[in-house]
């Protein structure tokens, strides 16, 4: 996994700044995402996860500006920083024109989206959907060079050559969401949007396609945000990973700091819920109750009703989110107001591991607040 920021090389090359996404207008509009801030460092993985209905499919539309109708930004920007030597130069995409748009999706920001593999045109060969995508952002490629460049991405993601004639019928659901990951990587992007890019596949396909995606990155440099209601998946494969719940990210944190000391009920609700690829076995626990109607969303935290941990406080207002109450938290955010109370409950209150000294950091709580 790659080394956290402080080297340019890992300066932050997507931000997400208070996004803000609704689905229709006025009282009855669906407040999809909330105020949510993301950043995607050079040669990391960011993974986002969450239930079903969180939004995260919504803030990946909203952040290159894919979003169908009825979906509206109300608020936000989006900083696309092209260039490592150049760090302070940032284009905003929700303020970009549609020509700057044009250039920059797929050739700097590519997506892969959600059922990519039903995405493919059925009446196109694999050669020429590859050999078009290339033609229209690289017009003076000759035709031999886009083919050969099809053939060498093809390779890429491990199908071979010979398959290049191929329909989209003719190939497994393995093979087509491969196919859509040498689409998205046909321009050499510095981004790559990955939106639950397995899960209509089988375990073993899936975890095939997770490894292809962490070697790619590794031999081509390219940073992924990798979306997925899969906390397990992202815990081997994410440098650092954010929780959304109910359109809001609740908490964000380095994948093994927030695998061994979740710092927001939720989160430690989600890992409880899935089966652990190390350590001992545990007991599974569901979460109970169901997400909150977004089209009517509380106050207060809307983890509320389900939270164990819930205080008065909770239900009135929502917390913001901040550096917890730890010594070393560095990259860790979270919202939730027991960070503001004089002691956490023992579930949250694990320590962690220094990231220098490797000494486990005792947790003083109470005095929350740090930079984000
Ligand atoms: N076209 C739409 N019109 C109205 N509401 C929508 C639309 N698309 C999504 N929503 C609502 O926005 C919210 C977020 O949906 P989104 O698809 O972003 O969630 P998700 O986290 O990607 O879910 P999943 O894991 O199922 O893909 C949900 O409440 C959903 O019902
Ligand atoms: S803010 Fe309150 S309700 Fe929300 S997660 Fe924290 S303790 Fe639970
Ligand atoms: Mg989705």
């Known amino acids: 996994m790659s080394a956290g920021p402080g080297n340019p090389a890992n300066a932050p090359v997507l931000e997400i700044r208070g996004l803000c996404v609704d689905y229709g207008r006025g009282a009855t509009a669906t407040r999809a995402v909330i105020d949510a801030d993301l950043t995607?460092?050079?040669?990391?993985?960011?993974?986002?996860?969450?239930?079903?209905?969180?939004?995260?499919?919504?803030?990946?539309?909203?952040?290159?500006?894919?979003?169908?109708?009825?979906?509206?930004?109300?608020?936000?920007?989006?900083?696309?920083?092209?260039s490592a030597e150049?760090?302070?130069?940032?284009i905003d995409i929700l303020d970009a024109s549609p020509q700057t748009l044009r250039g920059l999706r797929w050739r700097d920001v590519a997506i892969v989206f959600q059922s990519a593999m039903n995405s493919l045109n059925p009446v196109l060969s694999v050669q020429a959907q590859l050999t078009d995508t290339v033609a229209a952002h690289l017009p003076q490629s000759t035709k031999s060079e886009r083919r050969e460049h099809a053939a060498g991405l093809l390779k890429l993601v491990?199908?071979?050559?010979?398959?290049?004639?191929?329909?989209?019928?003719?190939?497994?659901?393995?093979?087509?969401?491969?196919?859509?990951?040498?689409?998205?990587?046909?321009?050499?992007?510095?981004?790559?949007?990955?939106?639950?890019?397995?899960?209509?596949?089988?375990?073993?396909?899936?975890r095939q396609i997770v490894e292809q995606v962490i070697r790619l990155r590794e031999e081509l440099g390219f940073s992924v945000l990798f979306i997925t209601h899969d906390l397990s998946l992202l815990i081997e494969m994410a440098d650092v990973i954010a929780i959304m719940y109910a359109?809001?990210?609740?908490?964000?944190?380095?994948?093994?700091?927030?695998?061994?000391?979740?710092?927001?009920?939720?989160?430690?609700?989600?890992?409880?819920?899935?089966?652990?690829?190390?350590?001992?076995p545990k007991m599974l626990a569901g979460i109970p109750g169901s997400p909150p109607d977004m089209r009517n969303l509380p106050p207060g935290c809307p983890f509320a009703p389900r939270c164990r941990y819930?205080?008065?406080?909770?239900?009135?207002?929502?917390?913001?989110i901040t550096s917890p109450a730890?010594?070393?938290?560095?990259?860790?955010?979270?919202?939730?107001?027991?960070?503001?109370?004089?002691?956490?409950?023992?579930?949250?209150?694990?320590p962690e591991p220094d990231d220098e000294t490797g000494t486990p950091v005792p947790v003083v709580p109470g005095s929350s607040g740090g930079a984000r």
């Open 247 to 280: 359109g809001r990210i609740v908490e964000s944190a380095p994948a093994q700091r927030l695998f061994r000391a979740p710092r927001h009920p939720y989160t430690a609700a989600l890992l409880d819920s899935f089966p652990s690829l190390h350590g001992k």
């Open 86 to 90: 150049s760090p302070d130069f940032a």
């Open 326 to 350: 730890i010594a070393s938290a560095a990259r860790r955010l979270v919202a939730c107001w027991l960070h503001e109370e004089r002691e956490l409950p023992a579930g949250l209150a694990v």
């Open 310 to 320: 819930a205080l008065p406080r909770c239900v009135e207002q929502y917390p913001a």
């Open 158 to 206: 491990g199908i071979s050559e010979d398959r290049l004639r191929s329909f989209p019928h003719e190939l497994s659901g393995g093979m087509k969401q491969r196919v859509m990951i040498a689409l998205a990587l046909a321009l050499d992007p510095q981004v790559v949007i990955m939106d639950e890019p397995t899960t209509a596949l089988d375990v073993v396909t899936q």
């Open 40 to 82: 995607l460092h050079r040669g990391e993985v960011l993974g986002l996860a969450g239930e079903s209905g969180s939004g995260k499919s919504t803030l990946a539309y909203g952040a290159t500006r894919l979003l169908r109708q009825p979906g509206i930004i109300t608020g936000g920007r989006v900083l696309f920083r092209p």
